[in-house]
């Protein structure tokens, strides 16, 4: 073994005995790794293995937390900062990417499909693209991430520059730590640029960090959504550079120690790494940042624009002709066009309403508050009037100040011009431009917005933009209207495509955070930058916003009178449910206030006309204020068959959500359609609300029923992100069975139906309008009765309409609940009552099948009653029978001994008689003597009981005391009267 060593020993000492001594080409230093003391070794690293001998020996290093300031590098050498030269930069402690000609080294994009179903979507090639400058974003539905991950000696910064023009798109920019905690998911989210490219910086820890930046685009009816660029990115905090880096074709820096390199200015290039930029020739032409020159094409007249100058002294305008700038074309090329001669005078267009024409200085002039005007002389509003306030263009012989012309391209920043819309007196148009992909800009700004003074805050609409128009394309042009709603947030709300006959469009202002409005035109959007279609032109021949603050009046309102001299307003409001009846316009005129109607509103729809009393629908009331008709979630319905039906829907009154089924797009992404319903709309109540919670200031619209656009999100502190939302029924027409009410149609095919108690059909309507919507969006909730439902959101949507809607417009749902049913009453329950059993009969009360009906009148309770059985009656019935019978046995032996009595008293008298007729026997005695008893026969005979004794005294005598017996006397004495008669 020492044999061994030695002899490799001996052999390694002749083998480097043989090289050379190694020169400063040959080797370069590096740092070793950093101890606990935070110490490290300079090293020498030969360029390559066994090429050489005679390194230099490691020296002590710099402290790990050493670095160098902006536009120094470390000399390893010396271990001493030393200036970048001309023609480099560096950034000190930090790196810099701004060439994308390929993806830089670190950097990872990565395109998954999160859609979280199992849907198989090939996203293989939706990453991020270096383009040259910047970096592009997919625009499908896959998420594209693009990361890059870097050790931090000290706690640095990340900033980089972006584009993000459609809302369309989730952008996204994160950070994690070494402990895999992301930056808060309040500000991870970008904000959309305002019409440039916007600047973004985060600070970082010490330690690794990992960059995010993921995109996700939701491509929605065949909209072709626009790439988030990222460009210019820059980290700070790393150990150090050791050199410094090349300026980029294009750029350049003429001083040492530069940080940056400045872009070269137009018609002038340069190469990587130059100190100057370089004259293009006369015959080309070079762009901001070009790493070289272009030949000039021949001029044409899409080269060439016409504007007009201001007015002068005697009310003319010139006709001026410019080129476009940067000029670009060539004059004295082979076919090329003159620019036309400019000077011609014509008379200028009057001003717009609200402005006269000033002596002083020929220009228009707003006019002072209180004064009108149609464009010539301002006149006072006369009394019992006040001004309609607002901004109203529709002369362009000046571009308003407070609008702003330019042109955006998405690459380069500084080739913005301002030559985008230019004024033609009647209209204002886009100008030809040296790219058919440049965004045409014309941005107009307001202050906010303030309700007129005589009318209620909650009676008037807050603002509305009125505009006409009109494009003319041989391409796929396209212009957008869009909504700023503050300094970053500018979100698209219409777009046309191709040629479009003149029209106008109008949008209601609901929020005073909407402070801009762009008109963007694009001729065509690809990525060629040939220029074919500058003919392509969109024009605005007018605009109108109304109650701009700062806003000048074009007419007069009447008004209600005021009540108190010297008031500074002419004008008080109506009282509630009061609409104002204007007189003919004049000096001393007044307005007088009539009262609407029961149970109606007053709708106000200024300047078109004046209040109409509007009466509210069935099943509705008007608010406290009388600008809106609301439902107390009661309802009194008259059936077919003329009963009538009491609703109570208060359960179903506070604001529900529900969604959709899931939907996917063409690449099998998953979103869902989100609904808020506020079913009554009681005084006071919150309305729904849907909100866009995608961008930093998130926006909200409210009403009766509103719909947002969410996705499932992976963000541990938030489930969903919602965007897109649009309000689909602000005001409540009414509640009714009717399948039409108000030209809204509730088809009973949508919601099939088995039972025969009719459905209760909420009506709304929505007065915002888009191109799809002309006469805007409609919603019918239609509430179904189920007793065994005792849950409040059970809401479904049409099986055959699944978003909700048929046609885009018109939205239907129906809601099926318990509480959907009318309030129980008598006529829904029935009794029955139990036979009696040991003497207790109960009355059980019980519903009537099928039941349709909840709450209302409470079922009764079971009551208990006092009974007698079948065996009483049977045995009274016996008793009874009994004693009836020996009663009638009683009165027949009565009646038979009572006869016998007759016939003896009867055998005697006429045994008396001694047989002759008509003649009585001669009575013993004129009187029954005293002791005599002229019954005494008759007892011995008979045998009568003391009782049959008493009644046989008290029935059978007179009054005097004898008996009372009917014989033939009577007829015998009329006999014997007649034979007297005849005698005499």
Known sequence: MYFRRLLFCLLFAHATADLPMCKESDYYFEYTECDVLGSRWRVAIPNKAQTCTGLPDPVKGTQCTFSCNEGEFLDMRTQLCQKCAAGTYSLGSGVAFDEWDRLPTGFVTLGINTNGWDVHTDCSNSTWTPMGDYAASNTDECTATLSYSVNLK???????????????????????????????????????????????????????????????????????????LVRNIAISGVAYTSECFHCKPGTHSAKPGSARCAPCPADTYSNKGATVCQQCDPDKYAEVSSGSCKVRPACTTTDYFYTHTPCDAHGKTQLMYKWIQPKICSETAEGSVKLPASGEKQTCPPCNPGFFVSNTSNTCQACADNFYSNGTVCEKCPVGTEAVVGLEYKWWNTMPSNMKSSVLRADLDDSVRRTAWEVAGEYVYTTPSDRDTDYLMLTLTVPGYRLPKSKDDKQSELSRISFVF?????????????????????????????????????????????VSFTWTFQRIDNSSAEKRYSIDVAKIFSIHITNVLGGVASKCRQCAPTSRFGDDSACVPCPPGHRLVSDKVGEGAKGTCQRCPANSIVATKWPAGEPACVACGPNTNNNQAYTACLSDCTAKIQTSSGALLHYDFSPLSNVTSFQSGPRFTSKGLRYFHLFHVALC?????????????????SRAVRGHVCQSLVVPSDIRSQNMVASLPFVIGDTLIGVSTDAVLANISSPM??????????????????????????????????????????????????????????????????????????????????????????????????????????????????????????????????????????????????????????????????????????????????????????????????????????????????????????????SCHLQKEDDDSDDA
């Open 681 to 697: 709309g009681k005084e006071g109540q919150a309305p729904a609300t849907c909100v866009d919670n995608v961008t930093e200031h």
């Open 154 to 228: 000290k706690p640095g910064s990340v900033s980089f520059d972006y584009f993000y023009s459609d809302n369309s798109i989730y952008f996204e920019f994160f950070v994690q730590n070494d402990q895999c905690q992301s930056t808060d998911s309040t500000s991870r989210w970008m904000k959309i640029s305002d019409s440039d490219w916007s600047h973004h910086e985060v600070q970082l820890n010490k330690g690794n960090n990992v960059l995010f930046w993921r995109t996700t685009a939701y491509t929605l009816q065949g909209r072709a959504d626009k790439a988030v």
């Open 470 to 514: 009109e494009t003319s394309c041989s391409a796929d042009c396209t212009l957008l209207f869009m909504v700023g709603f503050n300094r970053w947030d500018n979100n698209a709300v219409e777009q046309w495509k191709g040629s479009n006959r003149k029209q106008s469009y109008s949008y209601l202002i609901q929020s005073n955070d909407t």
């Open 749 to 970: 095919w949508l919601f099939p139906s088995t039972s025969d108690l009719p459905d209760v059909i909420f009506y709304y309507k929505s007065a915002e309008t888009t191109q799809a919507c002309k006469g805007g969006r409609s919603a019918t909730i239609r509430l179904r009765c189920d007793p065994t439902l005792n849950t409040v959101d059970h809401i479904t949507l049409p099986s055959n309409c699944s978003e909700g809607t048929c046609d885009g417009c018109t939205f239907h749902f129906l809601w099926q609940s318990q509480h959907a049913c009318p309030l129980c009453t008598k006529q829904n329950y029935k009794e029955i009552v139990s036979a009696c059993e040991e003497g207790i009969q109960r009355t059980t009360y019980v519903w009537q099948q099928p039941l349709q009906c909840h709450g209302g009148e409470a079922l009764p309770a079971q009551t208990v009653s006092a009974c007698v059985t079948l065996d009483f009656w049977l045995k009274f019935g016996v008793s009874t029978g009994t004693v009836a019978a020996a009663l009638l046995i009683a009165l027949i032996c009565y009646f038979w001994k009572k006869t016998r009595k007759l016939e003896y008293k009867y055998s005697k008298l006429m045994m008396s008689s001694g047989g002759k007729e008509c003649e009585l026997p001669t009575a013993d005695s004129c009187a029954i003597m005293e002791g005599e008893d002229a019954e005494d026969d008759l007892i011995r005979l008979t045998r009568k009981s003391f009782f049959n004794k008493i009644k046989a005294y008290s029935h059978e005598r007179t009054s005097d005391g004898f008996d009372s017996v009917p014989l033939k006397s009577s």
